[in-house]
């Protein structure tokens, strides 16, 4: 069974641009939730979506969006880029929520100049 | 004041050795998930093992244990037979509300602790 999928794996934006990340959970997984990880800040929540629905924000500004679609495909928007937007942002999918069992996916690597 | 606490920045042990990753939490919840990752320079974020707080026995997966100790609010990770292949860092995470529903789902991480496992 294919494991989560993230794409892409590495970006380089300038400040000012907006981004769009991807995630493809695992086949049958319909909880889709985003994580931001920075050295200084660590591991920060973003969000979680079931059902094409956000059920849950992080302490984000309103710069960070995303979606889901049908097929549990999930993507994050990141507008008006800012050099602290620059982190690893890891997707992790489970069957349904509060699953004991969360997977990862190999992460976006985001760079802002 | 942090959720979860991971006082050990970094740690060594030798091949083969046992060690313990702490984890100390903190939560008015009485239902609530702790989870521990792995995670190798790759990036990717490895699921290692769970434990449920009305769970009466500690959660075990191969060579990972959770010794969770309710009272004290604590749950170590113990990997038993060290590899090289373990140096990585560690992360232990708390979910909050896991059995009410009442959950947001998010899971809280604290800051890590890198493993190194010398020859």
């Known amino acids: 069974k294919a494991g989560v999928t993230q794409t892409p794996r590495y970006l380089i934006k300038t400040r000012g641009q907006q981004v769009t990340l991807s995630c493809s959970p695992i086949?049958?997984?319909?909880?889709v939730s985003w994580y931001q990880q920075t050295p200084g800040q660590g591991l920060q929540f973003l969000f979680e979506y079931f059902s094409e629905t956000q059920r849950n924000k992080g302490n984000f500004p309103g710069r960070f969006s995303g979606r889901q679609f049908s097929n549990s495909r999930s993507e994050m928007n990141v507008s008006t880029l800012e050099l602290g937007d620059s982190a690893l942002y890891l997707c992790a999918s489970s069957l349904v929520r509060g699953s004991k069992t969360q997977y990862f996916g190999p992460g976006t690597r985001l760079l802002v100049l | 004041a942090q959720k979860i606490t991971q006082t050990q920045p970094g740690m060594f042990v030798q091949e083969k050795e046992a060690v313990t990753l702490d984890c100390t939490y903190d939560?008015?919840?009485?239902?609530?998930?702790l989870f521990w990752y792995k995670q190798p320079s790759s990036g990717e974020m490895i699921f290692l093992i769970y434990?449920?707080?009305?769970?009466?026995q500690n959660a075990t997966e191969g060579r990972y244990s959770l010794n969770f100790q309710k009272a004290r609010k604590s749950a170590n990770l113990v990997i038993s037979a060290s590899q090289l292949g373990d140096s990585a860092m560690y992360f232990c995470a708390m979910r909050e509300g896991a059995y009410s529903g009442a959950g947001s789902y998010q899971l809280t991480f604290g800051k890590g602790t890198k493993l190194s496992v010398i020859p």
């Open positions: 086949s049958g997984h319909r909880s």
């Open positions: 939560t008015s919840d009485q239902s609530y998930g």
């Open positions: 434990q449920g707080s009305y769970d009466e």
